[in-house]
């Protein structure tokens, strides 16, 4: 499956989310960056100026593609077309890691701008399954796939998220995506523990782990409910928890996710440091 080509994994190192309105700041004086994610749809066009600020992106940083309208959890069959312009920018740009959510958002021909939650059952296992092998098979690479934040429990489910993913792991070969904000949300919404989560994990499988900000509500009762919405910086929690993870895990590639109300690069670079306070603590 795998091309001899293929660019090295990204580094152990931090990295971030890219915005066009950093192109600048990161080719100038990127500080402590050590590689970028793209999201994949925003590429999938032929020409113009994000393709050829990526080209100059890709030759000083490694990228990490990051999809979000395959949905690997769907009922259907996978969009041919959609995987057809994966496919290509997967070949001429060759990242270091691609990665999709364990979620689905499409039905029949309708696509709904959310990734929703799956019910963790033998079922769903055989077609995520399917799916996952059905990418790999078409990029000719490992996939990376990202664990959910959830808002409910599906009474129908009959394994464990982490069961699930380690399942799935082992079936099809593909790897993971810890994301440690949406185990803090995830526990936080279904009041478990996100250490728990974490001790269960199938850290081994893990090759890129993610952190981003999230909204505080509270649900119908009062109770608080956490929205991961990508659009503030890491709360204390999360870097505790992330702290937690990399001492059973051991050194991982990072990312800072800000997709919403997206601040200046000093921000950013601030983000990126501390992050990169995290892993020197379990590279020493």
């Known amino acids: 499956m795998l091309d001899a080509t293929q660019n090295p994994p990204l580094p152990a190192r931090s990295g971030v989310g890219y915005k066009a309105q950093h192109y600048s700041d990161i080719m100038e004086s990127p500080g402590p960056l050590g590689w970028l994610e793209i999201h994949a749809e925003n590429y999938m066009g032929d020409g113009g100026r994000p393709l050829a600020q990526l080209r100059h992106l890709a030759e000083r940083f490694p990228i990490s593609v990051h999809g ?19 496919k290509h920018l997967v070949s001429w740009l060759n990242p270091a890691s691609f990665s999709e959510h364990l979620a689905w958002s499409t039905h029949d021909s309708h696509f709904f701008n959310d990734l929703l939650p799956l019910p963790y059952t033998p079922k769903t296992l055989d077609r995520v399954a399917t799916h996952v092998q059905q990418v790999q098979e078409t990029i000719g690479r490992q996939m990376l796939l990202e664990n959910p934040s959830s808002y409910l429990a599906f009474a129908e489910s009959t394994m464990s998220e982490t069961d699930f993913l380690r ?10 995506l810890l994301d440690v904000n949406n185990v803090f949300v995830s526990a ?4 478990t523990s996100p250490q728990a989560y974490i001790d269960d994990f199938p850290l081994d499988a893990v090759g890129e782990i993610h952190l981003g900000g999230h909204d505080e509500d509270e649900d119908e009762t009062g109770a608080p409910l956490l929205i991961d919405s990508h659009g503030k910086a890491v709360v204390d929690p999360v870097w505790a928890l992330l702290d937690y993870t990399l001492a059973k895990s051991g050194p991982k590639p990072l990312l800072i996710e800000w997709d919403t109300d997206v601040p200046e690069w000093p921000v950013l670079a601030d983000e990126i440091e501390r992050a990169d306070r995290a892993l020197s603590l379990v590279m020493s």
């Open 68 to 86: 979000v309208g395959l949905s690997i959890g769907g009922e259907g069959d996978l969009d041919a077309d959609h995987l057809a312009r994966l």
């Open 167 to 176: 399942e799935l792991a082992q079936r099809t070969g593909c790897g993971l």
């Open 188 to 191: 936080t919404n279904l009041k």
